[in-house]
């Protein structure tokens, strides 16, 4: 399985950027994938999930309204469009495939890109 996730770069804030995740080796209309970012010196945090047909998405509580996760399985490629971003926003975003769930709790997927990095200027 690789991930390889483009998209990132230097935005000032109140900008925009849509991240990518291309996606080959697995079964992927078959697979959830999710977006995760990570700051300096912390752990990788969710910020979206989405399910393999699109239909259930997922947000880190504080995230949703700014961030939007899509996908398109022809293309097998997951989106991440992020609105209004700010400086905190920097950080960076990496791609993760086949997530599971089991009594509701969700963990992340086995597979993970090598991460783009989003940097916001103030």
């Known amino acids: ?3 390889q996730a483009s998209g990132g770069g230097l935005v000032q804030a109140g900008g925009s950027l849509r991240l990518s995740c291309v996606a080959s080796g697995l079964i992927f209309r078959a697979t959830g994938m999710s977006w995760y ?5 912390k752990e990788r945090e969710l910020v979206a999930r989405i399910s393999g ?3 259930i998405s997922n947000y880190e509580d504080s995230l949703e ?4 996760i899509s996908r ?3 293309k ?3 989106y991440l469009q992020i609105n209004s ?6 950080a960076i975003y990496f791609c993760n495939a086949g997530y599971s769930v089991h009594l509701g709790v969700y963990s992340a997927g086995p597979y993970w890109g090598p991460g ?3 940097t916001v200027s103030s």
Do not use: S
């Not at 971003?85 to 920097?90: A, G, R």
């Open 1 to 3: 399985v690789q991930l």
């Open 37 to 41: 970012r990570q700051f300096p010196g």
């Open 53 to 55: 047909a699109g239909i």
């Open 65 to 68: 309204g700014r961030f939007t």
């Open 72 to 74: 398109d399985n022809a």
């Open 76 to 78: 097998n490629t997951v």
């Open 85 to 90: 971003l700010k400086p905190e926003d920097t």
């Open 116 to 118: 783009t990095q989003v």
